[in-house]
């Protein structure tokens, strides 16, 4: 999988610091108050599971899954597959954690959706922001890190299916996309 990968745009270490620094924020902007964690799946898996590790105030977990049809490259029609129930959403302060904003509709169209559901507030983090991608207005309260346009993989985020098990943030070399 190593060999797949053309240079490492993000590695473990720093990863693990900007995670860290989310953390921090996070406690701090949420202590004393209920909250609930929404990871959207599956890219998100990893960046949650690391991230609400590192916040020591109590916090509940829910998960989200949507995906695009069409080439990656364009905003794709988007389908819901899942969003956390009524329970578990009405009146609730709500942290959405997304891998990658991309084009924006897919956080923006989560966010609303849990609006919808009776939500009491609605905050953003994404591990990875692209915002010369942006295809509607929508910024994420919190963000790790800030790539430029190119594809990455790794951390979660996956190529094909592939590639969400490296541990650190990598560009693909183009023998590997097919
Ligand atoms: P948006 O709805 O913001 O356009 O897209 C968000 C989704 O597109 C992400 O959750 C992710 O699945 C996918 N995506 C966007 N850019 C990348 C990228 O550079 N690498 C990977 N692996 N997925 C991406
Ligand atoms: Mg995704």
Redesign the pocket.
């Known amino acids: 999988m190593n060999h797949d990968i053309e240079r490492v745009l993000i590695p473990e270490g720093e990863i693990l610091a900007g995670v860290e620094r989310l953390a921090r924020e996070i406690t701090e902007f949420y202590r004393g108050s209920e909250f609930t964690v929404v990871s959207?799946l599956k890219?998100s898996c990893i960046f949650a599971s690391d991230l609400i590790r590192r916040i020591p105030i109590p916090l509940e977990l829910a998960f989200a899954a949507a995906h695009?049809y069409g080439a990656?490259t364009e905003?794709g029609e988007?389908s819901i597959d899942l969003l956390p129930t009524g329970n578990e959403v009405r009146g609730r302060r709500i942290l959405l954690v997304?891998?990658?904003?991309?084009?924006?509709?897919?956080?923006k169209r989560l966010k609303d959706e849990l609006l919808a559901s009776g939500a009491g507030e609605v905050r953003t983090c994404v591990f990875l922001d692209?915002p010369s991608?942006r295809?509607l207005e929508f910024e994420a309260d919190l963000r790790a890190f800030e790539v430029d346009n190119?594809?990455?993989?790794g951390y979660g985020?996956?190529?094909a299916g592939r590639y969400r098990n490296l541990p650190y943030v990598g560009v693909l070399r183009d023998a590997a996309i097919s």
């Open positions: 959207v890219g695009s990656r905003a988007l997304d891998d990658i904003l991309d084009t924006g509709q897919t956080l692209k991608r295809a190119l594809f990455v993989v985020l996956d190529y």
